[in-house]
């Protein structure tokens, strides 16, 4: 198949400046915020130019403890056949942990924290990456991530441990060069190195981003212009491989066309100059769609007995200090794990307001310390959407907000989504009148409706 070329990361707040932008190959989108059945109208006309569409998944954990979620494949396949993409990707990292393999809460993250690169880690990450791979109908590429802690006992380094994932299960690499840059910062981490310890031959495509740093922490923030130091290590790239593709990602904060337009010049640039002081413009970069990068049957040489026990636990450990206050596991560096424990908590925030605009709006400047304050003591064990009604019961159970119109305002937003189905406009439903049972004010009990006559 063809190679990727030059893409960007779509969003639907930038979905009609991309369309209208030149030299775009190909685009990716975040699977979980696409619906099989109702695409947005902007990737299908780019489909319908020819334009490749790859789902990205965020949520399925591949890193952590547990199985893979077989609904959660089936989406991301579903997904991969709407849009006719030639691979999918996600990351290497969990995203919750506990449950019953530790006999402990269910915790999510809500974001993508770093695996250990150990032994039993990798056992079952290969694992893992072997059942997910049965489930989709395209190639699936893993990306390495951008962390602000490290693991204390790690055995591999970061090259080592992608060198050996690929050498055991033939998977692709999506290549994030702006996490290269954040594992620099963050834990000392040589690109360099890692960059020459990585076997080539497997790159699936490169993601470029940008990001700040703050007290020393870099945060990847997906938010900021591409620095330097990020094209610095895309050039390293480009002069021991030919990416078959590179895509600029941008998430937030979005600014004009032409500045997203001067990026992807500067990341092209970055790339050209890494051919040239190669040699030469060619390579032997992956090409995608193709088969296993190992060229063979994927093959998993350690058991997995036991190792998902062992590090079941020590995520949840990890996960529990995060989110839930208890204490940080022996060895971690606490100043760290504070940093992203707020950075959790604080991203929680931004989802919640994005999945349910209504309540920043209803609750004025105080949603974010009251979200804050609510998120310390409660942690996410579901999807934003249940997290973002979670908090709303909270605050009316505590007789929040305290302006009776703003509290008003909630317990209608509140009723209108807790129901099984919409609530109709003056009646509640059943389900709703439940679920309201022990908040201030409602008992759950109304009149007595006359009875309705049988027709």
């Excluded at 619906?35 to 949520?59: A, D, F, K, M, W």
């Excluded at 995060?322 to 100043?335: H, I, N, S």
């Excluded at 973002?388 to 505590?398: D, G, K, N, V, W």
Aim: aromatic share 4%.
């Amino acid at each position: 198949m063809r190679r990727l070329g030059t893409g960007i990361g779509w969003r639907p707040e930038i979905a009609d400046a991309v369309e209208r932008m030149p030299g775009i190959d190909w685009v990716e989108v975040v699977a979980e915020n696409v619906c099989p059945g109702h695409l947005p109208e902007s990737l299908l006309r780019l489909r319908e130019r020819g334009v490749t569409v790859i789902p990205h998944g965020v949520s399925l954990g591949l890193g952590g403890a547990d199985r893979p979620d077989a609904g959660r494949l089936t989406a991301l396949a579903e997904r991969a056949e709407a849009l006719g993409s030639p691979l999918v990707t996600e990351h290497i990292a969990f995203v919750r942990a506990g449950g019953p393999l530790t006999a402990s809460p269910r915790l999510e993250a809500g974001h993508l924290l770093p695996v250990p690169r150990t032994r039993d880690a990798l056992d079952v990450l290969c694992e893992n990456m072997r059942i997910a791979q049965d489930a989709l109908p395209v190639p699936l590429a893993l990306e390495n991530i951008a962390a602000l802690f490290s693991w204390p006992g790690e055995e591999l380094t970061e090259g080592q441990f992608l060198s050996e994932l690929v050498e055991r299960t033939g998977v692709r690499l999506l290549i994030d060069v702006a996490n290269l840059h954040t594992n620099h910062v963050n834990r000392g981490e040589d690109p360099g190195q890692a960059l020459a310890e990585l076997p080539l031959e497997a790159v699936a495509y490169v993601h470029v981003a940008g990001g700040f740093e703050r007290d020393g922490v870099w945060h990847d923030s997906h938010a900021h212009p591409v620095p330097r130091p990020v094209l610095d290590i895309l050039t390293d790239l480009a002069s021991r491989t030919a990416p078959p593709g590179v895509l600029l990602e941008r998430d937030e904060n979005f600014p004009e066309p032409a500045e997203l337009e001067r990026e992807l010049a500067q990341i092209g640039e970055a790339v050209a100059a890494g051919r040239e002081g190669a040699g030469d413009g060619g390579g032997t970069g992956a090409v995608v769609g193709a088969g296993p990068a190992g060229g063979g049957v994927a093959v998993l040489t350690r058991p997995t007995v036991g190792a998902r026990e062992r590090v079941g636990v020590a995520q949840a450990a990890v996960l529990s200090s995060l989110v839930a206050g208890t204490p940080v596991p022996e060895g971690f560096d606490r100043v760290r794990m504070g940093v992203q424990a707020r950075a959790l908590a604080a991203k929680r925030a931004d989802v919640v307001a994005k999945v349910a605009p209504e309540l920043p709006v209803i609750l004025g400047a105080g949603y974010r310390a009251a979200f804050l304050a609510y998120a310390r003591e409660r942690p996410m064990s579901g999807g934003y959407r249940q997290d973002a009604l979670a908090f709303a019961a909270h605050l009316l159970r505590t007789g929040r907000p305290e302006a009776p119109g703003a509290r008003h305002d909630l317990r209608e937003w509140w009723l209108d989504r807790a129901g099984s189905t919409p609530r109709p406009r003056k009646r509640m439903t059943r389900a709703a009148r439940r679920l309201l049972r022990g908040l201030p004010g409602g008992s759950g009990r109304r009149k007595a409706a006359a009875p309705r006559k049988r027709r």
